[in-house]
Nanobody, 125 residues
Framework: QVQLVESGGGLVQAGGSLRLSCAAS????????MGWFRQTPGKERDFVAA????????YYADSVKGRFTIDRDNAKSTVYLQMNSLEAEDTGVYYC??????????????????WGQGTQVTASS
């Protein structure tokens, strides 16, 4: 089992930056695939970024590619999402996700096994 707690959200003007953190507990964290999703109330939870431990690859939604970076520090049991050049459409609740391995359909939230409670990100224009 993995427990995930997000932090670092807040209010920022369009064009600004935020760095989200996801603190994890669990003996197998270092082997887990990690991801970030975001959601606006009433809409589906959308894929943002993912990191595969097995092959070291990172994956990004087209809408954030070149602006967001996912990173992890296994020594601190923490995964990060660095968000630059934020846009109003980036607003939402950001969730950290984990799974034993990267799901084949990693853009689909229901295929991930573990979730944090989310942290609010608001980018105003």
């Amino acid at each position: 089992q993995v427990q995930l707690v997000e932090s670092g959200g807040g209010l920022v003007q369009a064009g600004g930056s935020l760095r989200l953190s996801c603190a994890a507990s669990g003996r197998t964290f270092s082997r887990y695939a990690m991801g970030w999703f975001r959601q606006t109330p009433g809409k589906e939870r959308d894929f943002v970024a993912a990191h595969s431990w097995n092959n070291g690859n990172t994956y990004y939604a087209d809408s954030v590619k070149g602006r967001f970076t996912i990173d992890r520090d296994n020594a601190k049991s923490t995964v990060y999402l660095q968000m630059n050049s934020l846009e109003a459409e980036d607003t939402g609740v950001y969730y950290c996700a984990a799974h034993t391995r990267l799901p084949g359909l990693y853009t689909i939230a229901s295929f991930w096994g573990y979730w944090g409670q989310g942290t609010q990100v608001t980018a105003s224009s």
